[in-house]
C-alpha cells in the first residue's frame, strides 16, 4: 500500500507561503510518478505538479513559477511549495501516486490509483 497522507495545509494571506507534504508508507516499484491535484468544491479536480522517480517535474500553467514540488526519498515525501498564494489557490490540495514517467497523463486524475484525504489551504486578502 502507498497510502499518501498530507500535511501543511492552513490560512495565509494573499502572497504569502505554505508547504504542503505528501508522506507515503512505500513509494511504487520501479517507475512512478507522485503528483499534487487540487478541487474547489463544484469543480473538477485540477492536476498542479507532478514529479518522477528520475525527477523529472511537470506544471500547470496556472501554478507554473509560484509553486515548487520536489521529493526526499529517504522521508518517502513529496512536498509542494507554494509561493505568491493567490485568491484562486485555495482548495483542497491532494496528493497521488501512480505509474510511469512524466508525459501527457501526468496531470491527469485518472492515471493515478492511489490518494490521499487532502489538505486544506485558504487564501485571505
Known amino acids: 500500500q502507498i497510502d499518501p497522507v498530507e500535511s501543511g495545509g492552513g490560512s495565509v494571506q494573499t502572497g504569502g507561503t505554505l508547504r504542503l507534504s505528501c508522506e507515503v508508507t512505500?513509494?511504487?516499484?520501479?517507475?512512478?510518478?507522485m503528483a499534487w491535484f487540487r478541487r474547489v468544491q463544484g469543480k473538477e479536480r485540477e492536476g498542479i505538479a507532478s514529479?518522477?522517480?528520475?525527477?523529472?517535474?511537470q506544471y500547470s500553467g496556472s501554478v507554473e513559477g509560484r509553486f515548487t514540488i520536489s521529493r526526499d526519498n529517504a522521508k518517502r515525501t513529496v512536498y509542494l511549495q507554494m509561493n505568491d498564494l493567490r485568491p484562486d489557490d485555495p482548495a483542497l490540495y491532494s496528493c497521488?501516486?501512480?505509474?510511469?514517467?512524466?508525459?501527457?497523463?501526468?496531470?491527469?486524475?485518472?492515471?493515478?490509483?492511489?490518494w490521499g484525504q487532502g489538505t486544506q489551504v485558504t487564501v485571505s486578502s
Open positions: 497521488a501516486a501512480g505509474p510511469g514517467r512524466n508525459g501527457a497523463y501526468s496531470l491527469t486524475d485518472l492515471w493515478y490509483p492511489s
Open positions: 514529479i518522477d522517480d528520475a525527477g523529472s517535474t
Open positions: 512505500r513509494f511504487p516499484y520501479g517507475r512512478h510518478l
